[in-house]
């Protein structure tokens, strides 16, 4: 199987950035497309961020488009979030997540593999 670990979570004000990483080990990282997913305290965990194996196509939920960046070095088998003007909203534990599905996975079912999820807290 697939060990996830994210860290890189905290508090921050509204309007700044955080980078989320996702540290992979198990089966080879390159061959999953992967994904970051957001719950919040309770609501449903939602679809943020997806990225192909090969790092050439990333899809992103309209709440998150234009201000989250997913990416992803296979040579170090790291999955990145990279999350600016980041707002109240946003405050959420943070997964992320190996697909085991093809085309552009956005559901939970979609994904087989998590990490622990970490915290990410925006203040007003």
């Known amino acids: 199987q697939v060990h996830l670990v994210e860290s890189g979570g905290g508090l921050v004000q509204a309007g700044g950035s955080l980078r989320l990483s996702c540290a992979a080990s198990?089966?080879?990282?390159?061959?999953?497309?992967m994904g970051w997913f957001r719950q919040a305290p309770g609501k449903e965990r939602e679809f943020v961020a997806h990225?192909?194996?090969?790092?050439?196509?990333?899809y992103y939920a309209d709440s998150v488009k234009g201000r989250f960046t997913i990416s992803r070095d296979n040579t170090k088998n790291t999955l990145y979030l990279q999350m600016n003007s980041l707002k109240p909203e946003d405050t959420a534990v943070y997964y992320c997540?190996?697909?085991?599905?093809?085309?552009?996975?956005?559901?939970?079912?979609?994904?087989?593999?998590w990490g622990q999820g970490t915290q990410v807290t925006v203040s007003s």
């Open positions: 198990g089966r080879t990282f390159s061959s999953y497309p």
């Open positions: 997540a190996a697909a085991i599905v093809l085309g552009i996975p956005t559901r939970e079912d979609d994904y087989g593999y």
């Open positions: 990225i192909t194996w090969s790092g050439g196509n990333t």
